[in-house]
């Protein structure tokens, strides 16, 4: 299954008259996916904190002809269920609908033993990785329910490792949380996708800051792992629902095929 989702170039047009909330759209693969999903005719809402990389994005999407995306700043740190339902509320005023939701935002401050961590760090870490992102699901759920081929995609990360602390915790919470959604979801009426990709180690800024020592020529591009996050985000995945997409480490000069013939 793995490697077909990979190499998949969806047609020109695929996600046309969508619109995509991506989480983490500043940079990583975040940033990768709200320019492939806009590629392909999606109007992408890209929520981030930073604010000038998230405007350097929305530069790109209209350079290359493809619908207006639109910016919407929030911290999820400190956000609370009162800013995710006005952020629901603003979605349905401005844009009218809400077709999918790919859950990237991730924040690891530091790997360390459950004996080193900070109560307060805990908590933080939980809450941007997990909370938050039960708050925004639950926020946006009226939205997806009223969406013809709703879709929910979460960059997922292997847990239950040594060290990995707060953030391990919270992405196994979040794993559990798609799980219950697909569940939930998997019927006739209101059928909506939930699915999961762990991309394995990719050359973002958040793998650089936290593995110092590993050589960042050494790992794979955001851009060249959207293939997966193309397929299940659109209609081409139709009832595919609670699946893990995961691969281990690819090799670096590994290109998805859709840049290769654009």
């Given at each position: 299954m793995t490697e077909p989702l990979l190499t998949y170039v969806p047609p020109e047009g695929l996600l046309q008259d969508?619109?995509?909330?991506?989480?983490?759209?500043?940079?990583?693969?975040?940033?990768?996916?709200?320019?492939?999903?806009?590629?392909?005719?999606?109007?992408?809402?890209?929520?981030?904190?930073?604010?000038?990389?998230?405007?350097q994005v929305?530069?790109?999407?209209?350079?290359m002809g493809a619908p207006e995306a639109a910016i919407y700043p929030l911290d999820m740190q400190g956000a609370s269920a009162t800013d995710y339902e006005a952020m629901a509320a603003n979605l349905?005023?401005?844009?009218?609908?809400?077709?999918?939701?790919l859950l990237n935002a991730a924040w690891l401050a530091a790997f360390m033993s459950?004996?080193?961590?900070?109560?307060?760090?805990?908590?933080?870490?939980?809450?941007?990785?997990?909370?938050?992102n039960f708050m925004l699901v639950r926020a946006c759920l009226p939205l997806l329910e009223a969406a013809p081929?709703?879709?929910?995609?979460?960059s997922a990360e292997a847990s239950g490792k040594a060290l990995q602390g707060a953030f391990g915790v919270a992405k196994a919470g979040m794993d559990g949380f798609c799980q219950?959604?697909?569940?939930?979801?998997?019927?006739?009426?209101?059928?909506?996708r939930v699915n999961r990709i762990d991309t394995g180690p990719v050359r973002t800024s958040t793998r650089v800051m936290n593995f110092p020592g590993e050589n960042p020529d050494t790992l794979v591009k955001p851009a060249s792992v959207v293939g997966p996050y193309l397929f299940y985000m659109g209609p081409d995945a139709g009832r595919r629902t609670n699946e893990l997409c995961?691969?281990?480490?690819?090799?670096?000069?590994?290109?998805w095929p859709g840049e290769v013939q654009s």
């Open positions: 969508r619109v995509i909330l991506v989480t983490g759209a500043a940079m990583g693969i975040g940033r990768a996916a709200a320019l492939a999903y806009a590629r392909f005719g999606a109007t992408v809402v890209l929520l981030d904190k930073q604010v000038a990389l998230m405007e929305y530069d790109e999407i209209e350079a349905q005023d401005q844009l009218g609908r809400l077709d999918g939701v459950v004996r080193q961590h900070g109560v307060d760090l805990w908590f933080k870490m939980i809450n941007v990785n997990l909370h938050a081929d709703p879709a929910i995609v979460f219950t959604l697909a569940q939930e979801y998997d019927r006739e009426r209101h059928f909506m995961r691969w281990g480490r690819l090799p670096v000069d590994f290109v």
